[in-house]
């Protein structure tokens, strides 16, 4: 056996070698990249392991209780301290090929681990560190034992790897709390040569690696070129690797999609979140705890129940999604049993259900209230993939809008496909269904159908704000041309001697819309209500003495929420054009308070928008319009108010934890497109 491995292992080496020289950047045509990525595409379910140093306090320091995998920098552990973990790291009870079998029997199909997280300690043997496997008690090459057992099993072992390095001495820059660590002398290019030459290892001692995914990308010293540089030279070393949006500089905080004209690698990565919609045209995972920490923490027991993930992950796949669920192993090597647990019930479905995620497409669908959608492609036709998460008590499943011609009706399940009763219902299709669920969680209904779905989403009522002071412009928009909206102003469902919509509708009252699209006299879609206020305008006011500019109260000190200032006294006071002062100020640990009035040219409704990172709260008079509070990377949050002409009294409340620094405030309104609102309409008194 060993000889068989090394002789693999050798064969693998030498095909790498044949492959980086014919890897050639910024040539790969769509055709050769869709299938780089086809076998990913098509897992949709892989496991996420977090596993360090960091499992041996197991979340807990100083009675604190609430840490994990950052223990180092959220207990502030000084270098030579954390150090001390790596005696006390043996996991004597690690069995790669078990954690494997718990994987593959959960239905993942790959498996992605920290080779290093942001502590820089490495589960691998390397050569470029004594901070790594090799200096515990266990040895072991963590990475190699689970490499060969995913090679063994037909699963996909992929690394984590992070960029931020708080080991390295030539990582920077350093933690603000780190008074004992000086960044003099540090050169954060050998740091990245030191990061390319583990890449290099991890690219060569451990056969075909399926995904790097980076993480730890977001502080100034990264960058897009050096995201660009480590993408092209990891697949120098292996062409066909996969790797995320995270080896570039501009991902967009949890959310996980890169900024228009950043550099985006791969697929996008989503963290403890599913976007609202699809994503058309774009690649991407996301990644989420079982409970509230990545890291091993012993007390953490707010674990997700099956029911929750197992829907989730229908979710994500109905959305074009991966779903990359972690586990937290404990400084022994063991899985936690609610982990175990979970993993066992998620197979048990997917063994029988698995059809209707992996090779699936988005669902054609925007919007389904009793679950999700997902689709693949038939001779001539499509198999839609009902996710049925609330059962219909009265036994009829209605697919919406949908246009095609069905062919026949199925539970999964049903090893004898039994067909089930299909009718058209007011533009929809009904699906008679037996009494009971097959499965309280997620059944899964079989709709096939003639040619690629055609699906006639309810039209759209669109105006520029959603209540009015005097007149207001409406439209009603519909995606495709064939078929025709009916509307009416009284909110009752339109029918066939409802008017039809041929161009803007104008508001004096308060109204309720109600619309629906019409093809060959027959409703198709499903009717859309929006109601508009006509509403009284706060009064503006005359105040005399009126300067240009804000007055501002600056705090220095932590927080994760804007304080109260009820007893701070300020660092700092004056008065600012505008509310960019934060960019001016210091990096981190600040609060500033604006307090003024803003001047309203014309009576109507503002939209006012304030982006910010961290926190921030907005008022205009008494009312609290905008609440963007806690920390978070740039947000922007949006309220509506109905505005007289005139002066109103408007305050802003600001806070920077770590991380990035940005107030923004914009408006629009009657004759104002959306824009910075201007310095000149900003005004205090003494």
């Known amino acids: 056996m060993i000889l068989r491995k090394a002789s693999l292992l050798i064969a693998l080496t030498a095909m790498f070698a044949c492959q980086t020289s014919t890897y050639t950047p910024e040539v790969e045509t769509t055709e050769e990249k869709d299938a780089r990525m086809e076998w990913w595409r098509d897992a949709r379910f892989g496991m996420f392991i977090h596993w360090g140093l960091y499992s041996v306090p197991a979340g807990e320091w100083n009675g604190g209780t609430n840490h994990a995998e950052w223990i180092r920098t959220t207990a502030e552990i000084p270098l030579a301290t954390y150090d001390e973990f790596l005696p006390q790291f043996n996991p004597v009870k690690f069995d790669a090929v078990e954690w494997v079998k718990m994987a593959k029997d959960a239905g993942m199909k790959y498996i992605t681990i920290t080779s290093k997280h942001h502590d820089g300690f490495c589960l691998f043997d390397s050569r470029q560190t004594d901070f790594d496997i090799s200096s515990t008690p266990f040895k072991r090459d963590i990475m190699k034992e689970l490499a060969d057992a995913c090679h063994d099993a037909d699963i996909k072992i992929c690394w984590y790897h992070s960029i931020m390095d708080w080991h390295h001495p030539d990582y920077i820059p350093r933690r603000t709390w780190e008074k004992d660590r000086t960044a003099e002398g540090a050169d954060f290019d050998k740091y990245v040569d030191y990061m390319k030459k583990q890449l290099k290892e991890l690219l060569s001692n451990y056969g075909p690696i399926g995904v790097l995914w980076f993480d730890g990308e977001w502080e100034n010293t990264w960058n897009d070129a050096y995201g660009e540089e480590i993408y092209h030279y990891v697949r120098s070393l292996q062409p066909d690797i996969i790797i995320n949006n995270r080896v570039g500089a501009n991902r967009g905080g949890m959310g996980g999609l890169t900024a228009e004209g950043g550099f985006g690698g791969d697929f996008g990565t989503p963290e403890q979140t599913i976007p609202a919609t699809g994503l058309p045209g774009l690649d991407w995972e996301t990644c989420m705890t079982m409970n509230d920490h990545w890291g091993y923490n012993a007390l953490d027991k707010n674990f997700k129940s099956t029911k929750d993930l197992l829907q989730k992950l229908a979710d994500i796949a109905s959305k074009g999604g991966n779903f990359l669920l972690n586990v937290g192993p404990t400084a022994e090597g063991n899985f936690p049993k609610e982990s175990i647990d979970r993993l066992a019930a998620i197979g048990k479905w997917i063994k029988k259900n698995g059809e209707s995620i992996y090779g699936t497409q988005a669902s054609p669908f925007k919007d389904l209230a009793w679950g999700r959608c997902t689709q693949k492609s038939l001779e001539g036709g499509t198999r839609l993939f009902l996710h049925v998460f609330d059962w219909p008590e009265d036994g009829k499943l209605i697919i919406p809008s949908l246009g095609n011609q069905p ?57 520029a704000v959603s209540n009015f002071v005097n007149n207001l412009e409406v439209e009603i928009v519909k995606e495709e041309e064939k078929s025709q909206i009916h509307y009416t102003l009284d909110g009752s469902e339109p029918d066939l001697q409802s008017p039809v919509y041929s161009g803007p509708i104008n508001l004096s009252k308060t109204t309720t819309i109600a619309a629906s699209c019409f093809l060959d006299d027959n409703p198709i879609s499903a009717t859309v209500y929006r109601t508009y206020n006509k509403l009284t305008p706060i009064a503006g006011n005359t105040v005399p003495g009126l300067k240009s500019g804000l007055k501002y109260n600056y705090y220095e000190g932590e927080w994760e929420k804007v304080p109260s200032y009820s007893g701070m006294s300020p660092k700092k006071q004056g008065v600012a054009d505008n509310f960019d002062l934060a960019a001016k100020e210091i990096d981190e640990n600040f609060s500033i308070d604006y307090q003024g009035f803003i001047e309203i040219p014309k009576d109507g409704v503002y939209i006012f928008y304030l982006t910010s990172d961290d926190g921030s709260i907005m008022y205009l008079g008494e009312k609290l319009l905008i609440d963007n509070d806690g920390t978070h990377s740039a947000t922007e949050l949006s309220g509506e108010i109905a505005l007289g002409k005139g002066i109103h009294a408007i305050r802003i409340s600001f806070f920077e934890n770590t991380g990035g620094n940005q107030l923004k405030l914009a408006w629009e309104g009657p004759e104002i497109k959306k824009q910075t609102v201007p310095s000149a309409r900003l005004f205090h008194i003494n």
């Open 407 to 463: 062919i026949r009706s199925y539970i999964l399940t049903d090893s004898n496909q039994d067909e089930l009763e299909i009718n058209r219902r007011r533009g929809a299709v009904e699906i008679s269904l037996p009494t009971d669920a097959p499965d309280q969680i997620n059944s899964i209904v079989i709709l096939d159908i003639v040619g690629e779905p055609i699906v006639y989403e309810a039209p759209k009522i669109i105006s």
